[in-house]
């Protein structure tokens, strides 16, 4: 059994259970309470046990994690308040990601990968535009295009406009007005730098389950900027989340988590979501804790996290909370009646005095049910609190176990070129669906979308091994199968026509 993981002290330690790590998690609060430093502190304590970490780093200031603490007096203070005689200094082992390719290795999906559903989001595409959408991906497939890049998508949705009346009979309605639609939000994404992040070699994600000796690889993804496009931030996260449950295999109860993935700025997900999607995000965090994925959600107020999702969450760190206006009020009230009461805490009146870093506590015990709730300061981290250097960074990258393998990337034919080269010979009409070939199951999705991709070892794979396991995800079409779209896109199941 894996050592308990000391996270706070107050009138007792508290602990988490790396067995119970998996149940998922929530870390509230407002403002400068001190969220970030409990997040940095879970994550590094799960590290030092071998559980490799996600997280995304919205400030900039979780980079920390890759440099040894020290020479902070508030956390001086803190740890002789806390009487940590015996705590080191040290930092735990990092990979820095990036979807722009400046702040870490470059991190792509392929349009395929992606699919029509989360592409339809990110584009804020309307119901008819997001059937539209659906059709031209489809079209792709019946006709063994590839969509790896904007470029193709762009060109494929030139394709179906063009051949709209043909289509209409087998695929449904297509407009002009749709087609205009979807090539004026594909322009807004590329304006946006939307190309660096859509193409090859696409993320392997056994990149993310490495470990450096005893300690598990702690995965940053430089946000900063991306989080200018907040839709887009949210729907990569959760493409990153469909894709781990889909690829990695069951696991059932073990001892430890094979990753904790921390989602940052919670609120961004559920914003605006429709219906459908909500219900399928809770499908997916219910169900990939069978996979060894632990998910914790990182928010200010615990309403932006829907009842069904927060119900989920058994292992709970709330730092204060403000009850300035009737929305803070019923916040804090709702807040306090999600913990196991302590007879000796009054937790609505206790949310609301907590100073910075401390919070009311409760860790699933080994049966798996919530701990009284305790009132407590949270453990400084080992490592350094704030940013580091453009320097310390680029050493760090340079210096680590993928470098090179993402940062060139591949162009290979696909529908782009393929339509390019169609439109030099005499004119082609739409092919009709091949007959379906068979499929492996694939998990519990697996009749829906095809088969599933297996995590497999973890050994460092070149440019050239990731290119062609990218292209075995997304290139199905090629031989008669239907394109991987993603473990959310297959959930919803039949499209809107």
């Known amino acids: 059994m894996t050592t308990p993981l000391l996270i706070a002290r107050g009138t007792t330690d508290i602990y988490l259970l ?35 970490v996600f997280m995304a780093d919205v400030k900039g200031d979780l980079a920390g994690l890759s440099q040894p603490g020290g020479g902070n007096a508030k956390v001086d203070d803190r740890l002789k308040t806390l009487k940590l005689e015996d705590f080191a200094f040290a930092p735990s082992p990092v990979m820095f990601w990036d979807v722009f390719g400046n ?4 991190v792509r999906a392929t349009i395929s990968e992606m699919g029509p559903l989360l592409l339809g989001r990110i584009m804020d595409l309307n119901d008819v535009q997001q059937g539209v959408l659906t059709i031209t991906f489809k079209v792709a497939d019946d006709n063994g295009l590839l969509l790896l890049d904007l470029k193709d998508l762009r060109a494929m949705v030139q394709y179906v406009g063009e051949n709209a009346k043909q ?9 002009s007005a749709s087609i205009g639609a979807i090539q004026r939000a594909l322009l807004q994404i590329e304006q946006q730098s939307g190309t660096s992040f859509f193409g090859e070699p696409a993320l392997n994600f056994d990149d993310w389950l490495q470990s450096e000796g005893r300690k598990g690889y702690i995965n940053i993804l430089a946000a900063d900027k991306l989080m200018q496009a ?51 995000i809770e499908q997916v965090v219910r169900l990939v804790r069978s996979k060894g994925v632990g998910v914790y959600f990182v928010t200010q107020n615990p309403l932006d996290v829907p009842d069904v999702i927060l119900g989920q969450l058994g292992n709970r760190i709330q730092h204060a909370l403000r009850a ?13 009646e999600t913990f196991r009461p302590n007879p000796k805490i009054d937790v609505s009146q206790a949310i609301t005095e907590l100073g910075v870093g401390e919070a009311l506590v409760s860790f699933l015990d080994e049966k798996g049910t919530p701990g009284v709730v305790e009132r407590a300061f949270i453990i400084p981290p080992h490592s350094h609190i704030g940013a580091i250097t453009p320097e310390q960074r680029k050493a760090i990258i340079d210096s680590s176990i993928v470098a090179g393998q993402y940062e060139k990337a591949v162009d290979r034919e696909s529908a782009y070129e393929m339509l390019k080269a169609r439109a030099a010979t005499p004119q082609s009409q739409p092919q009709a669906a091949p007959a379906p070939q068979p499929q492996s199951n694939g998990g519990i999705f697996g009749s829906i979308f095809g088969s599933s991709t297996p995590a497999k070892g973890r050994q460092r794979e070149g440019v050239g091994e990731a290119m062609i396991k990218s292209a075995v995800r997304a290139a199905g079409s090629q031989i008669g199968r239907q394109i991987v779209r993603g473990v959310l896109g297959s959930i919803l199941g039949t499209s809107r026509r």
Do not use: C
């Not at 289509?167 to 407009?175: D, I, K, R």
């Not at 609120?267 to 909500?278: G, K, R, T, V, W």
């Open 18 to 52: 790396p067995q119970m790590a998996n149940r998922h998690g929530l870390i509230a609060g407002a403002t400068g309470t001190g969220k970030t430093v409990s997040l940095q502190m879970m994550a590094e304590a799960l590290s030092g046990a071998g559980v490799p």
């Open 167 to 175: 289509l209409t009979s087998q695929y449904g309605n297509v407009s």
């Open 230 to 280: 907040p839709r887009l931030y949210a729907t990569f996260l959760l493409w990153m989340l469909s894709e781990l449950y889909e690829r990695l295999p069951e696991v059932g109860d073990i001892d430890k988590p094979k990753l904790v993935f921390f989602f940052d700025e919670a609120h961004l997900l559920f914003d605006d979501a429709p219906d459908s999607l909500l219900q399928k």
């Open 324 to 336: 300035f206006t009737p929305r803070d009020q019923k916040a804090v009230s709702a807040a306090a």
């Open 103 to 106: 702040a870490g290795h470059p």
